[in-house]
């Protein structure tokens, strides 16, 4: 059990805990929701041991592990697999020490604890949450050092699933994911067999994962049990109950001191006077609750064009190699609402790009009305604003001729108000810079509007106010996105990517979702590919005879557990009457180790095989 006993902490003067008191059973599934600033984060680090209380307590029990995804992988030649492999710290030791212990009763104690923590199925378990997150076969024998922050972000937390802390942290961890990745961690943190406490601002992964909702606001801790939505409920009913009280009292109050006002000079009224003056004294003021600002987003609307403001006619597009996609043939009118479905490395975003004219077509004809304007919002760009200037002044490099006073206007339409306008880009919380990206997007108001996930960052109620915006606006958007609730509102019509290929998908979004949760063959999810060199250099050879090497030495390390453990299954006493059971253990664990060595060598045959076409 995690207790949290009259926590008080404060930053900068600032209280963000007064007297917070909360206690998580063992086993629940917990998301961890408040204002954007609250102390969420701070939260988690209290309960790492980061940070010293400055009262009250936190405890677990005395053998628990933490684990939480600190920050991303950092690059190296070490592969994905052995990435995530390496960080169950206890498997690895253990490991270690089977092979130099020479102590016949720490061998045993080795063994047994090795069978306890299910050390054989290792690689099976790390290689089907590298698939979940996105990474195939051929990606996971890659070096960390090919892939990119985002991606090595996916590897950091696969290693903390692998390792199955007794209490997981999760600080956002859907904001590196696409949806296919955000839908199979659902799933996974649903079965997770220990704690799991989880900040997130996705509404479906809150409903869906979670069995609790720990609301941190006033300083103080409220533990509600079921999704987010049950929470929204709850604390809807709540606040009006509040509200209604406090209205009650105010009345009484009210009535109460009339009577003083009207009898307190009055011989013959000053006993009942004095006593209603007490009443007063001793009436615990009930407050109102305060509703929070509300968050909003003002998407200016552009002119009408006739239809079809965009068409694809047997368009092809891809990166200066064989095509991406082909065969593009489409048609986008200004009152669409379109969602991109398909598993990552299959194309969506370099179909936003198309239309966003941010990549030009390999073949077929892409026809635009002529006054058609286009915004496009990815990711990335919020990473690319200038940290050293404010907000105002990304307005007034785009528009140099308009007044600041209407800039500042547009900057409040976009939840970016007086304290932001002037404060450098780099002292701007993530939501805010998505905020500001969101708006230099749609500053000329484009008939077209590209949004590829446009969420990550956002709290709740900016997204409610998205989606609010997005329903309202009178242009074309194009959606991709990993926050189904965002897709599930706003969008009419749904764009299978997949096979190179763009067509209508016929079915709905839970429909989608329970395809892609049921799917039991390997997922086809290529991971980025390395930025292609004209022909191997030296360097590029000795990567691929160290890959080699390491195969090989999976080999022989997973050789010796196979002979280890074909030895023990020789041993006749293993069949004594009344130890079947423990024979049956012993096979399996004997059939997981088959299985981990004829993946291996799979992989050494893949790898032997580049090292030769490198022509080393």
């Known amino acids: 059990m995690l207790t949290i006993d009259d926590l008080s902490f404060s930053v900068a003067g600032q209280p963000l805990f007064r007297g917070a008191s909360a206690r998580i059973p063992a086993g629940h599934k917990v998301g961890l929701v408040g204002r954007n600033g609250a102390g969420k984060t701070t939260l988690f680090r209290l309960i790492r041991g980061e940070l010293t209380p400055e009262g009250g307590r936190i405890s677990l029990p005395s053998r628990a592990r933490i684990g ?63 698939k979940g997150l996105g990474f195939d076969t051929e990606a996971q024998a890659r070096p960390c050092s090919d892939f990119s922050g985002g991606w090595r972000m996916r590897v950091a937390l696969a290693g903390v699933l692998f390792a199955q802390p007794d209490l997981l942290l999760l600080d956002e961890p859907t904001n590196y994911l696409d949806l296919e990745g955000a839908l199979w961690l659902e799933s996974y943190l ?22 609790h909702i720990l609301h941190l606001e006033d300083r103080r801790l409220t533990l509600y049990a079921g999704g987010y939505d049950d929470f929204a409920r709850l604390r809807a009913e709540r606040r009006a109950l509040q509200a209604a009280e406090a209205k009650k009292q105010e009345t009484r109050r009210a009535h109460l001191q009339k009577f003083v006002d009207r009898f307190r000079a009055k011989a013959s009224k000053a006993v009942q006077a004095q006593s209603r003056i007490k009443m007063l004294e001793r009436m615990t003021p009930i407050s109102a609750p305060e509703d929070a600002a509300r968050a ?105 001729a308009e007044a600041p006073a209407r800039l500042r206007a547009r900057l409040a339409g976009f939840g970016l108000m007086a304290d ?4 450098p880009v780099a ?21 077209l509007l590209i949004l590829d996930e446009p969420t990550n960052h956002l709290d709740i109620e900016s997204r409610e106010a998205l989606v609010e915006a997005l329903i309202e606006y009178t242009g074309a958007v194009i959606l991709v996105s990993h926050d189904m609730h965002l897709l599930g509102l ?24 329970r395809s892609l949760l049921a799917a039991d063959e390997p997922a086809s999810k290529p991971a980025p590919r390395a930025a292609p060199s004209k022909a191997p250099n030296g360097a590029d050879r000795a990567a691929l005879r160290a890959e080699v090497r390491r195969c090989e030495a999976r080999i022989e390390k997973l050789t010796e557990m196979r002979d280890k453990l074909a030895k023990r299954l020789a ?46």
């Open 296 to 400: 909003v987003f003002t998407f200016p609307a552009p002119e009408e064009l006739a239809p079809p403001i965009l068409a694809l006619d047997r368009v092809a597009v891809g990166y200066d190699g064989p095509p991406v996609l082909r065969e593009l043939s489409l048609r986008i009118d200004q009152d669409d609402r379109i969602a991109l479905l398909g598993r990552n490395g299959e194309g969506k975003s370099t179909f936003a790009k198309l239309l966003a004219e941010k990549l030009r077509p390999e073949g077929g004809q892409v026809t635009r009305a002529a006054r058609l304007r286009v915004g496009y919002f990815a990711q990335h760009q919020v990473d690319e604003l200038d940290l050293d200037a404010s907000p105002l002044a990304h307005l007034q490099r785009a528009r140099p």
């Open 427 to 447: 002292q701007l919380s993530g939501g805010q810079k998505a905020r500001l990206s969101l708006l230099l997007a749609t500053l000329d108001a484009p008939h």
């Open 420 to 423: 932001q306008a002037e404060t």
């Open 68 to 130: 939480g995804v600190a920050q991303e992988v950092p690059s190296s030649a070490t592969s994905l697999l052995d990435t995530v492999l390496a960080a169950d710290t206890e498997r690895a030791a253990l490991l270690a020490e089977a092979e130099t212990a020479r102590d016949a009763h720490r061998i045993a104690e080795v063994q047994t604890r090795l069978a306890d923590i299910d050390a054989w199925s290792a690689e099976g378990r790390a290689a089907t949450i590298l």
């Open 571 to 616: 041993d006749p006493d293993l069949y004594e009457p009344g130890k079947a059971a423990e024979a049956v253990v012993w096979q399996k664990k004997y059939a997981e180790v088959m299985d981990g060595l004829d993946r291996a060598e799979d992989l050494w045959l893949k790898a032997q095989e580049r090292l030769e076409a490198a022509g080393a």
């Open 190 to 211: 649903a079965r997770y067999p220990h704690t799991v406490l989880l900040i997130s601002h996705d509404r479906g992964l809150l409903n869906r994962a979670v069995n």
């Open 490 to 513: 706003v969008a009419d019509r749904l764009w299978l990517v997949q096979g190179g290929r763009v067509a209508p998908y016929d079915a709905d979004l839970e429909a989608y979702r």
